[in-house]
């Protein structure tokens, strides 16, 4: 083996170690002081330097734009996953205070309300094509308490009546429904009459039946019931008038209700349990039909 081939890897690696040694020696050095050697060095210099600084400098922007992404996405994800938590816990909070509000309503109602009364919670419904709730089924903690025609309310005002009871639950009858009959009166004039449900499938509505011509009935009255009957306890509110119509003939104007409650949005009611002849005021007997009175006011005068 040749003195060259033996020491050639390590005089490959002085030379290319003394390179950058010549080059920082001339970089650093005085202006004023450069020789012969450094005038030849520095063009090689300046040239390294413009061809080498350029792909430095871009892959070291790169890099750092990278790093900077990487750091934005870690923070971003950081963030979505942090809204996405604080958004679920509004909706819960908000969730959490409608019920609290609902159930603070209701438990002032049942102090408000003469007789005894428990709650009960809406378990199913039935809705039309037009998604309007035609049927609610209830269900309470003390079930056995269930009874058919007891009264059911809200806050808003009536619903309905219980209208059978299967086993631990029950159908509720609306006031809207076509089979309901509801004595009330008019609260600003105190004109009698009886609500009965419409019983259309695209709307909730009531019409309020023998109202004489000349009974005072505007639009935006409430109408309450009467108590008569003892089905329902007097003075709970089951809607608004809505239109009034007065014809020159017949005896009786047409009035149509708007109900007060918004029957799909109910999960909470109120059941009157207290037997009808037992509840403050009720009158037996008194059930008959506004027509049915006057004809009894009439043959008794």
């Known amino acids: 083996m040749t003195l060259w081939q033996r020491y050639r890897v390590v005089l490959l690696c002085v030379v290319l170690l003394s390179i950058p040694f010549f080059f920082l020696r001339t970089t650093l050095k005085d202006p004023t002081r450069y020789d012969e050697f450094d005038r030849l060095v520095l063009p090689a210099v300046a040239f390294l330097e413009d061809k080498i600084d350029l792909p430095v400098r871009g892959a070291a922007e790169i890099w750092s734009d990278y790093i900077y992404l990487v750091r ?45 009364v428990y709650a009960a919670e809406v378990i ?129 104007q047409e009035v149509e209700l708007a109900p007060a409650v918004n029957f799909s949005r109910l999960s909470e009611v109120l059941v009157l349990a207290t037997e009808a002849v037992d509840r403050p005021g009720c009158r037996p007997g008194a059930g008959t039909t506004p027509r049915a009175r006057r004809a009894e006011t009439r043959g008794g005068s």
Request: net charge positive; proline share 3%; glycine share 10%.
């Open 72 to 116: 934005v996405k870690r923070e971003n994800d950081r963030l979505t996953a942090e809204n996405a938590r604080l958004r679920s816990e509004a909706a819960r909070h908000q969730s959490e205070f409608g019920e609290n509000h609902r159930l603070r309503r209701l438990l002032q109602l049942r102090v408000e309300t003469p007789g005894e």
């Open 124 to 252: 199913a419904r039935d809705t039309s094509p037009f998604f309007r709730v035609t049927r609610l089924a209830i269900t309470s903690q003390d079930r056995t308490r269930l009874r058919s025609g007891q009264p059911v309310i809200t806050p808003d005002g009536l619903v309905g009546q219980v209208s059978r009871v299967f086993g631990s639950y029950a159908d509720v009858l609306l006031s809207v429904d076509s089979r309901s009959a509801v004595d009330v009166m008019v609260e600003r004039s105190g004109a009698r009459g009886i609500v009965r449900g419409t019983g259309e499938r695209d709307r909730y509505a009531a019409k309020v039946e023998y109202l004489q011509r000349t009974d005072d009935v505007r639009v935006g009255d409430a109408v309450v019931t009467s108590g008569l009957g003892c089905r329902f306890p007097a003075g709970l509110l089951v809607g608004r008038v809505a239109a009034v119509t007065r014809r020159e003939f017949g005896l009786y």
